[in-house]
């Protein structure tokens, strides 16, 4: 069984910095697409990074192009997002998840591993 693990959310103000982590257990990812996710309040699931099998290419939704950064290291089973500029609009619990195929996809349904989440909180 595969369990997700992120770390790095917090509470920081308009402009800050952030890098959520994600480890993989149980099993390599490596041959799997990694994606993150975020969920805010009273709204759904939407995609917002993801990168391939390999590490190299990526996907972001448009209000994060430019700001975040999604890497990923294969020898450590380990996904990273950088997020850089936050704005309060990123506020939201922020989930890793590994895809079924080694490319990427913005569908939720094509992720068969969760992380239980961590909270980024942008906030003056």
């Known amino acids: 069984q595969v369990q997700l693990v992120e770390s790095g959310g917090g509470l920081v103000q308009p402009g800050d910095s952030l890098r959520l982590s994600c480890a993989a257990s149980?099993?390599?990812?490596?041959?799997?697409?990694m994606g993150w996710f975020r969920q805010a309040p009273g709204k759904e699931r939407e995609f917002v990074a993801a990168?391939?099998?390999?590490?190299?290419?990526?996907d972001y939704t448009d209000s994060v192009k430019g700001r975040f950064t999604i890497s990923r290291d294969n020898a450590e089973n380990t996904v990273s997002l950088r997020m850089n500029s936050l704005k309060p609009g990123d506020t939201a619990v922020y989930y890793c998840?590994?895809?079924?195929?080694?490319?990427?996809?913005?569908?939720?349904?094509?992720?068969?591993?969760w992380g239980q989440g961590t909270q980024v909180t942008v906030s003056s």
């Open positions: 998840a590994g895809g079924k195929y080694p490319w990427f996809t913005r569908s939720i349904r094509n992720y068969d591993y």
């Open positions: 990168v391939t099998a390999s590490g190299t290419s990526t």
């Open positions: 149980g099993r390599t990812l490596s041959n799997y697409a």
